[in-house]
Nanobody
C-alpha cells in the first residue's frame, strides 16, 4: 500500500503562483510514475502533468510553459510548481502514483488539495 499526503493548495490571484507537494509513504520502493490530475466543478478529472522514475515529463497543453512537475526520489515526493495561474486553473488537484509489483500496475490517489484562482 502507498499513502499520499498533498499540501500547498490555496487561494491565489490571477497571475500568481503556488507550489503543490505530495509525499508518498508505505511501499514506495516500486513507485514508477508520479503525477498530478485536477477536477473542476462539473467537469471530469483531467491529467495535468506526470513524471516517470527516469525524469521524463508529460504536460497537458493547457499548462505547458506555466506549470513544472518535479520529483525527489529520496523523499518520495512529487511537486507541481504552478506559475501564471488563471481562473480556469481553479480545481481540486489530486496526486497520483503508479506502482509496479510483479508486473502488475497499481494506482494510488491522494485526497486532493483545492486551488482557487480569483481576484
Amino acid at each position: 500500500q502507498v499513502q499520499l499526503v498533498e499540501s500547498g493548495g490555496g487561494l491565489v490571484q490571477p497571475g500568481g503562483s503556488l507550489r503543490l507537494s505530495c509525499a508518498a509513504s508505505g511501499t514506495t520502493f516500486s513507485i514508477n510514475t508520479m503525477g498530478w490530475y485536477r477536477q473542476a466543478p462539473g467537469k471530469q478529472r483531467e491529467l495535468v502533468a506526470t513524471i516517470t522514475s527516469g525524469g521524463n515529463t508529460n504536460y497537458a497543453d493547457s499548462v505547458k510553459g506555466r506549470f513544472t512537475i518535479s520529483r525527489d526520489n529520496a523523499k518520495n515526493t512529487v511537486y507541481l510548481q504552478n506559475n501564471s495561474l488563471k481562473p480556469e486553473d481553479t480545481a481540486v488537484y489530486y496526486c497520483n502514483v503508479v506502482v509496479v509489483r510483479a508486473g502488475v500496475r497499481y494506482s494510488y490517489w491522494g485526497q486532493g488539495t483545492q486551488v482557487t484562482v480569483s481576484s
